[in-house]
């Protein structure tokens, strides 16, 4: 089994020194990863504001006290307004496309609305799932004209909580998203006019997996531990982990028609395992 990396929550207030060491880990291996890219981040967990973030903001006279109301802040700006926030990330993401990495869009603010799980229920929150066709084809718009003002063009979608529902399949076609970094599996699928790169199910079981296949191992950068980088780096020299251009290579086949029950029902069971008091 091939192992591609996927990277969540990557925004501007991110903690940029675990993101820069785990950058380095995947240099030394020359793997390409995914990154999910939150387009105008208002979640204040992916806020990490270190000296050197200070530093960019008042280059452009942004007070950083001011940037922590993102509500009151972002919700009066235009695009172009914003396109002038952190030049210092956004250089950064449009380098790292240039190296080849995959860039995703991460919903669009990162804050949970609802409490649907949607098609995949690993969690019980969601920034989509259970709002209107029309509610979310106007968010999924808006964040992919916002990455477009930074420069950076994307098909590809990364649902905050793994959370969404056939309203979102819908709105991300009708804005020109054509791939899903989610499901279950060993192999990139096509359901609902979507091509969908599956995630892990069990971490463990992929390692020692011999049969043909793909699948992604999710990593949050901002919440990583010492004891997590040793992983990764006995991950990278044991297993055979490649780079997401190798699977975008491949054609995605056709899902079967149990597989939207299967992974339903895969996802109800990780959720119980992983909440399970003892």
């Known amino acids: 089994m091939k192992i591609v990396i996927r990277m969540d929550d990557i925004a501007p207030g991110m903690d940029m020194g675990k993101f820069r060491r785990f950058k380095r880990l995947l240099d030394e291996h020359h ?3 995914l990154i999910g890219v939150v387009p105008e981040n208002h979640d204040p967990k992916l806020e990490n504001l270190d000296d050197e973030r200070v530093g960019d903001r008042r280059q452009t006279n942004i007070a950083v006290e001011v940037d922590r109301r993102h509500s009151d ?3 009066a700006m235009t695009v172009d307004d914003m396109s002038e926030e952190d030049p210092g990330f956004w250089r ?3 380098g790292l496309q240039t190296e080849g990495w995959i860039i995703a869009m991460h919903g669009l603010h990162h804050v949970y609305t609802t409490k649907k799980g949607g098609l995949l229920p ?6 989509f799932a259970g709002l209107s066709y029309e509610e979310q084809s106007q968010m999924i718009r808006k964040g992919k004209k916002i990455l477009e003002s930074h420069g950076i063009a994307t ?3 990364m649902a905050p909580s793994h959370s969404y529902d056939k309203n979102t399949i819908d709105a991300l076609l009708e804005n020109g998203f054509r791939r899903i970094t989610d499901g279950f599996g ?6 609902f006019d979507m091509a969908f790169y599956p995630i892990s199910f ?3 079981s992929v390692k020692n997996d011999t049969r043909d296949g793909y699948t992604t191992f999710v990593v949050h950068t901002n919440t990583l531990t010492n004891e997590d980088f040793d992983y990764y780096s006995k991950l990278f020299d044991e297993c055979n982990v490649v780079s997401w251009n190798e699977w975008l290579m491949v054609d995605p086949v056709e899902a079967d028609t149990f597989l939207g029950i299967r992974e339903y ?5 990780k959720y119980i395992l992983v909440h399970k008091r003892w």
Request: some cysteine; glycine content about 0%.
């Open 155 to 157: 098909d590809f979608f």
């Open 92 to 94: 950064m993401i449009r």
């Open 122 to 127: 690993l969690n019980k929150q969601s920034e």
């Open 202 to 204: 069990r971490r463990d």
């Open 31 to 33: 793997i390409q990863p």
């Open 186 to 191: 060993r192999a990139c699928y096509k359901r």
């Open 265 to 269: 029902l895969m996802a109800r069971l």
């Open 73 to 75: 802040r972002r919700d």
